[in-house]
């Protein structure tokens, strides 16, 4: 089809029909709508047939193309080496981010990192920052490059700039039930990668109960497709399938979990936290060139835990954006829960299981997340998990302590959260951490 | 799911996934809708998930069913029979609804019809009419309803009052790649004749090239589809598969269309626009209640053309809806281009075919129908056809006559009107105009 003889219509219909799309269709599509001369309401059509129908691996990859150039890509000047971003498909208590980002960076590898905010049951990474007082995510494109090279991190949301076709295909995609659609997945996660200017990624694809796609072969194929089409692209791609069945650490909820990634970084943090952050970090120093294996990368990682490095990085990145770096000294300073309520088990045996999504969304219910698009995270309100699975409890022991505000919605969250719990007279095998290498 | 806590995103999720949505969610939604509560991208959405999920039966009677009260509902006064309708699902050359319905209304059944315009290769009744000057297709509801039961027959476009949800649906859905879809379709078909006042409706479902529904299976699926939720709903429902393969009738185009079906209702009409007005107006009678049998029905059509009381009660329709009444008795009266392109058949033979869905597309780019929707169709362009399938001809000999205003137009036109003709050198059996009872 010609360009200048291009019909929404015909493209809809094609795609509801099965035939694959050009490159110069997608691209009509992506371009038109960015400007607005595609209506909300034929992108959807479009989106939904994509649903049903998929796309093959030359349609991923177009989309992607013209979501990246829908903006302006960032170029980074003088960086000491390759500039490495890492994505999580989302999960719950997944505050690797936090301590991830400022290690690898005091090991010499810069990341520029544009994050997401909660969604449904998974937390955000801007929402957990702006736990900490003062802490900006908005920065211009101008104070975001310059972070990167100066400091050799930024953490923050979405810019005007950077892939706008994104930034109007999720807000569509999220209130048209587009969401769970893997071409559509791909091309919003690499579009902001690509044009952020990052030059490798390290993916870290859940699976399990609090996944967004709880099967493993589904998250294999999220996970092969990413870097398929990443590659393509010109991106370094590497990654892991990594479990959800419960959250991450101790601690679900915004400031909470900044807390947690701080005991990471002062080389107190919970065993599945470190872990991840070692493994993700290793893989992280090895693309951006500064190791030789993922070996040297653990220990690059651990030193910088032990020196107090990765904690200094991050207060430099607190303090460039705009927030109160004593925090990381000094957790007491982030935002507390006045109330607390436990949670006691009602029987003796070994913890089974804790729903990774019923505890994600009790989190949300006490306010941590967002129930409508409007709502303001409550920083302060969460979950703290003190056994977790594997572990032995007593009857009446405390086994969780639930961090609130509002009574109502405090019960409201237990009912989720009793709900997320079980319990087994025999001892069971916790699930590996890390699944596979994709 | 209770009415209250109910979220058009899971409703849009579930029919994704596959899930029956029950008669409170379908209503949440068409109510919602209607109101503007629900956007058009979440419209969008639950109608392409639609597409390709599908509705049992239950739940396109209840999409019918919010439809219809989604505005509001005729009841005629003090009529002499059961208010008859007749749907044709849409063909090429489609003119019958303008000979049937003043041979009905004579022969004393009322015939209140909310009719459609052209769309794509398809004709349309309120277009046709239009080229009868001062003819008003946009009466109120008040007129309708003294129309039909003074004058026993008015054909009109929808109202804003009667299944508005309808209205702004099919709008929607003309712009997004949802029209081919079963219960959407019977949800459209039947939400206007029941608001509208039929009792009973006559079906005239057209399969072969020109139709909407091309395969025979398909029509058939959407013929019972439709009977069977129309009689759940109280309606009377009967009617016919019939070939759509060539244009019905030697003329298609607005004010062409007009002079031919004033042709049959003075005994001169072509055969097989004719058969199609005597058998619909036979079982129109029959289901009216004035007749006993389809031979009466057919008996008293036949006397109402003899007699000129079909051409009277044409004029009686005409001048009750603001038009000019001699145009019944003096065609010319209608608007004519002014030049005539000859097309002669390029070999010796027999006409094999003159592909409906072809010859509508060439009408449509001569100017009689819409490309897009701002475009007024031009009353007196159109094409004539001389000879149809089974006919014998020269070569050279002139076989269609393109009547046309703009010789940029003509091309474009002449190029489909060619690729529509095809010719064979053995006298093939034309297709069987009825093809078998719904």
């Known amino acids: 089809m010609k360009r200048e003889t291009m019909d929404p219509v015909a493209i809809i219909e094609a795609k509801r029909d099965g035939r694959q799309l050009s490159s110069a269709e997608i691209d009509f599509v992506i371009r038109g709508y960015t400007r607005g001369d595609i209506s909300d309401y034929q992108m959807t059509a479009l989106l939904m047939a994509i649903c049903f129908r998929g796309m093959d691996p030359d349609e991923t990859l177009a989309l992607t193309r013209s979501m990246i150039t829908s903006g302006e890509k960032i170029e980074f000047r003088g960086l000491p080496a390759l500039p490495v971003d890492k994505h999580s498909t989302g999960g719950v ?10 290690l690898v960076a005091a090991c010499g590898v810069p990341v520029p990192m544009l994050s997401g905010r909660s969604l449904r049951h998974s937390g955000g990474t801007l929402d957990k920052l702006e736990s900490i007082p003062g802490f900006r995510t908005d920065l211009s494109l101008e104070e975001y490059r310059r972070g990167v090279e100066s400091i050799g991190a930024v953490i923050m949301g979405q810019t005007e700039e950077l892939a706008p076709a994104d930034r109007k295909m999720y807000a569509l995609r999220d209130a048209t039930g587009t969401v769970p659609c893997l071409p559509l997945i791909i091309g919003s996660i690499l579009s902001k990668k690509v044009a952020g200017g990052a030059k490798a990624l390290v993916l870290d694809v859940k699976c399990g109960l609090g996944a967004f796609m709880p099967e493993l072969e589904k998250a294999r194929a999220l996970g092969r497709s990413l870097k398929g089409t990443g590659v393509v692209l010109g991106l370094q791609v590497s990654g892991f399938i990594t479990n959800m069945d419960q959250p991450i650490g101790r601690f679900v909820g915004n400031a909470l979990e900044v807390r947690e990634a701080i005991e990471v970084l002062q ?51 607190i303090e460039n954006q ?13 935002p ?30 006490l306010g941590a997340g ?3 698009r409007a709502h303001t995270p409550d920083p302060a309100v969460g979950i703290e998990l003190l056994r977790k699975v594997g572990d032995s409890v ?21 009912q989720l959260f009793s709900e997320a719990f079980s319990i087994t007279p025999a001892r069971p095998k916790p699930p590996p951490l890390i699944i596979e290498e994709i």
């Open 336 to 365: 507390r829960a006045d109330k607390i309520h436990e949670f006691d088990s009602p029987e003796t045996g070994f913890v089974a299981g804790w729903n990774a999504r019923l505890v994600g969304l009790a989190s949300m219910r």
């Open 93 to 102: 208590g997944d505050k690797i981010t936090l301590s991830l980002v400022p």
């Open 322 to 334: 705009g927030g109160d770096p004593n925090v990381a000294d000094n957790p007491d300073l982030l």
């Open 394 to 414: 007593d009857k009446g022991e405390t086994v969780a302590r639930v961090h609130y505000r509002d009574r109502g919605r405090l019960n409201t969250a237990l």
């Open 267 to 317: 080389g107190q943090g919970p065993p599945d936290a470190t872990e991840l952050t070692l493994t993700l970090g290793a893989e992280m120093l090895l693309l951006g060139g500064v190791v030789s294996s993922r070996e040297d990368g653990r220990q690059r990682i651990h030193q910088a835990i032990e020196s107090g490095a990765g904690r200094q990085k991050l207060k430099d990145i």
């Open 370 to 372: 967002r129930l409508h």
